[in-house]
């Protein structure tokens, strides 16, 4: 069965400060994607990033960073001097890979999300 | 703008009575997924279609049911309402192959429905 595990309920930092966001996942495909996903106070499912599961390569992008580990089912989410618009629910979500046919429901399944309170 | 839209965007009703939630997926996007996002059960998946047939089936209730309809636009309908069902409702949609962003979700605003 698909799982995604994010153990942190909530994190408090103070604007400027680096902070981490952990994610695992458990899956039996052998290729799937997985994805990060913000929701600012708005409520609205903002698109952060998606990964496929044959591409380890980090990812940057602004102040924002992924680190996907393979051997240990990992794909973890940096923000690099934190603001205060970085407020919101953090979620992480997995899906099998779609097949080349449109088989696949590549329905997502997501974590508990992470609440990152960023303090001016 | 993720180009998904949903209606309305908020819904007060009593338990009991039936809603309907609609969806209206990106331009060319052949599948529509529902999810529902409750304080004690989070963000779940509850029924994919595609191009108009049901794909996928996740912990929808019997009490809900969805359908596509040609125009590729989705109605969630929730019958029986009880408290437990107050929550956001997401729908969204994804291309078929080959596009580009296969494989992607790009979601609605949400519906915020509210039983009392």
């Known amino acids: 069965a698909q799982k995604v595990t994010q153990a942190q309920t909530e994190i408090s930092v103070v604007e400027k400060e680096d902070v981490t966001l952990d994610c695992v996942y458990e899956?039996?495909?052998?290729?799937?994607?997985l994805f990060w996903y913000k929701q600012p106070p708005s409520g609205e499912l903002v698109f952060l990033i998606r990964r496929n599961s044959f591409d380890e390569q980090n990812e940057i992008s602004g102040r924002y960073s992924w680190n996907f580990q393979k051997s240990t089912s990992s794909f973890n989410f940096t923000i690099t001097a934190s603001q205060v618009v970085d407020s919101a629910v953090y979620f992480c979500?997995?899906?099998?890979?779609?097949?080349?046919?449109?088989?696949?429901?590549?329905?997502?399944?997501f974590g508990t999300g992470t609440l990152l309170a960023v303090q001016p | 703008d993720s180009g998904v839209t949903q209606t309305p965007k908020h819904l007060i009703t009593a338990t009991g009575q039936r809603v309907t939630l609609r969806c209206s997926p990106r331009s060319g996007d052949l599948s529509v997924y529902w999810y529902q996002q409750s304080l004690d059960q989070g963000l779940q998946f509850l029924i994919q279609y595609y191009n108009g047939e049901e794909r996928a089936k996740g912990n929808i209730l019997e009490r809900f049911s969805a359908q596509q309809f040609p125009d590729l636009h989705s109605e969630l309908n929730l019958s029986s309402l009880e408290l437990g069902d107050s929550a956001l409702y997401f729908c969204?949609?994804?291309?078929?192959?080959?596009?580009?962003?296969?494989?992607?979700?790009?979601f609605g605003p949400g519906t915020r429905l509210t039983v009392l």
């Open positions: 899956t039996r495909d052998t290729t799937y994607y």
């Open positions: 969204a949609s994804s291309p078929p192959p080959p596009q580009r962003e296969y494989g992607e979700q790009f």
């Open positions: 979500a997995l899906s099998e890979a779609p097949t080349r046919y449109g088989g696949a429901t590549n329905k997502l399944i």
